[in-house]
């Protein structure tokens, strides 16, 4: 049986570092960056695993102790939130921060994005129904092994993390979440609120091919690799990779169809 693998393991140390209306002095800062810091090291190794092997886990290291260090200067303990969650949210934050700065993905790759979620949104609306992958290989007039090859070439780009969607955070976060889902600079999902995302990422999920609702389940809620994932369907990695690049070019197209509706 396939085990999941584990975030690092912390006991509550919010109350032990953190007092109301008290700043923290260094030592404590020091030793508490030392403590989180495998988390960073966890963080960036399952984000650099869905990337080009061009990005660097040190880089996405390096911008996560900045996540960490501003999670610390930030942190609020009146807010009943344990900074652990706090501080994974700060810091996988910095990380997507910088992969957005760096604008690693080829002007040619987002183009094919582009064509794929306005397929599958084209197909979709059509039929009334999600589209099947022969359905929109023969739209994009592609050999379905062709099709599965351009969901390869797209699968850095199209994930997308909802694990954002279901803590509760500020306002501030929520622009990081926009971020996510935006891959140009006008950031057109600024016109919904946090709220109104996940209603319609739920609702959106709901509505996934039952193979590929189960994949985004084991992805995103039991933490598991694409591998690990294949070990529980019976499928290679490349295929659940494919899966969930489907999925996620699904859940974009919806997002979208809402706003230019």
Known sequence: MTTK?????????????????????????????MTYTPLIKYIATRLVARLPPQ???????????IGLIDAINKFDVTKNVQFK???????KGAMLDELRALDWVPRSVRRKITDLEKTYADVEKRLGRPATDEEVAEELGLELDHFYKLLDETKSVTFLDIEYVRQK?????????????????????????????????????EDLPEKEKLTVALYYQEDLTMKEIGEVMGYTESR???????????LRTKLRKVLDA
């Not at 693998?5 to 109350?15: A, C, G, H, M, V």
């Not at 990005?55 to 102790?65: K, Y």
């Not at 969650?85 to 810091?91: G, N, S």
């Open 5 to 33: 693998p584990q975030s690092p393991k912390f006991r509550d140390y919010t109350s032990a570092y953190f007092t109301p209306n008290e700043q923290l002095d260094p030592a404590k800062r020091d030793e508490l960056i």
């Open 55 to 65: 990005v660097s886990v040190d880089d996405l290291i390096s911008c996560g102790i």
């Open 85 to 91: 969650t706090y501080a994974e949210f700060r810091i």
């Open 169 to 205: 955070t500020t306002d501030e976060a929520e622009t990081n979440l926009i971020d996510i889902f935006t891959q140009d600079d006008r950031d057109p999902f600024t016109a919904l609120n946090l709220a109104q995302v996940r209603e319609i990422l739920t609702k959106a999920i």
């Open 240 to 250: 659940i990779s494919q899966m969930h690049s489907k999925a996620m070019l699904r």
